[in-house]
């Protein structure tokens, strides 16, 4: 009992609202619903379970986002004292959703790496450290989505997604692979300012930003991690990278069409229906991962549109 699985199996849901902005069929797999508020919890789920299982006493980890969610949660659903990093550019609200979660909070580092660099060396020993988006269990974790909608007998034409240090695409990837739909094209959809998929891609090798510039903190991997890389080169990615402002508007219209508020991590996808993108247009049906997010609010949701817009 005490190591079930945490992630619950999210609705698929065919979208007219979205669907009228394109030519085929949209689908949304609502990850949103997951008890964190994102998929994180399928693929740090499975890893906290692994490491506990294994033996480990304390979670550590490093993320002010939805990856320290998911950590706390998991922490707290499996009894295990968890510790969650958080670069002092937090905000409040998150440490008091991960403190809500009975997780202790230190505030350490000016951006997402210092902070990693630091939980890596805490509690050594006893804990486990689970990298927010580097671990091949967290990706084998996020796969079960696509399991998900192999059930469903969907099989998808196209798949749509955001990509932050790359955690999703792998596990999306692991997932179609899994499946046999190993000529289905991922769009991975990055903002700009946080586009370090492409630029890895263009560079053909991992580059580290300078900084990272856009609102969609969450995308805000300095560098992605290898294997997602590796995959572009033995699946077709096609990289797609939105402005702030289209990310923040695809998110107000998503609220209006169902009703569910996402990050504008999550609206940078959404945006390639609302905008379509041409290597959708031929496509019948188009799955798009509604990866969620707590690190929003209507009030902050008409604050981003006012000082983009
Ligand atoms: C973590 C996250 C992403 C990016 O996922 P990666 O695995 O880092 O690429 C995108 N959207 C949301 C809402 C997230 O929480």
Redesign the pocket.
Known sequence: MHFNQLHINTPLMQSVALSQYINGNVWLKIEAMQPSG???TRGIGLACREYISNGAERLVTSSG???GLAVAYAGRKYGVKTTVVVPETTTQKAIELIQAEQAEVIVEGASWDESHQYACNLYKGESAYIH??DDPLVWKGHATMIDEIAELELTPDAVVL????????CGVLEGLHRHGWTDVPVIAVETEGADSLRQAVLADKLVSLAAIESIAT??G?KRVTQTALDWTKKHKVINHVVSDLKAVEACAKFVDHHRILV?P??GASLSAIYQPIESLQDKRDILVVV???VGVSMKQLQKWLQELS
Do not use: Q
């Open positions: 994102s998929f994180k986002g939805n990856a927010p988006f955001s990509v932050g240090g790359g955690g999703l695409l969450t995308l991997a990050e991590a999550c990866c969620g997010g």
